[in-house]
Nanobody, 124 residues
Framework: QVQLVESGGGLVQAGGSLRLSCAASGRIFSTQDAMGWFRQAPGKEREFVATIRWIGGITRHADSVKGRFTISTDNDKNTVYLQMNSLRPEDTAVYYC????????????????WGQGTQVTVSS
């Protein structure tokens, strides 16, 4: 099975940057596989952030982060990244990476595997 481990979270001032990493293992990813980033703030529902195909590089970003966050992959390292710039206090959340396996559509409608999450805190 697929295992996902996030890292790179931390405390940053508003306007600063962080890069989250998600190391994936347990599968050789192919054309119809995708990775996603989600976040959940205290007392709020999980929110979609961004997603990317492992092969081909097609991406989709939520309107709330478009122009500030960028999802990318390093296929040789089986790692997906979320570069977060111009961070705002409202970006504070636990960020999760997820894997969609065998999805014929993009963006995926379902993610099958989830990481443990990494905390991002943006101070004002």
């Amino acid at each position: 099975q697929v295992q996902l481990v996030e890292s790179g979270g931390g405390l940053v001032q508003a306007g600063g940057s962080l890069r989250l990493s998600c190391a994936a293992s347990g599968r050789i990813f192919s054309t119809q596989d995708a990775m996603g980033w989600f976040r959940q703030a205290p007392g709020k529902e999980r929110e979609f952030v961004a997603t990317i195909r492992w092969i081909g590089g097609i991406t989709r970003h939520a309107d709330s982060v478009k122009g500030r966050f960028t999802i990318s992959t390093d296929n040789d390292k089986n790692t997906v990244y979320l570069q977060m710039n111009s961070l705002r206090p409202e970006d504070t959340a636990v960020y999760y990476c997820a894997a969609a396996v065998g999805s014929w559509r993009f963006p995926p409608s379902e993610y099958h595997y989830w990481g443990q999450g990494t905390q991002v805190t943006v101070s004002s």
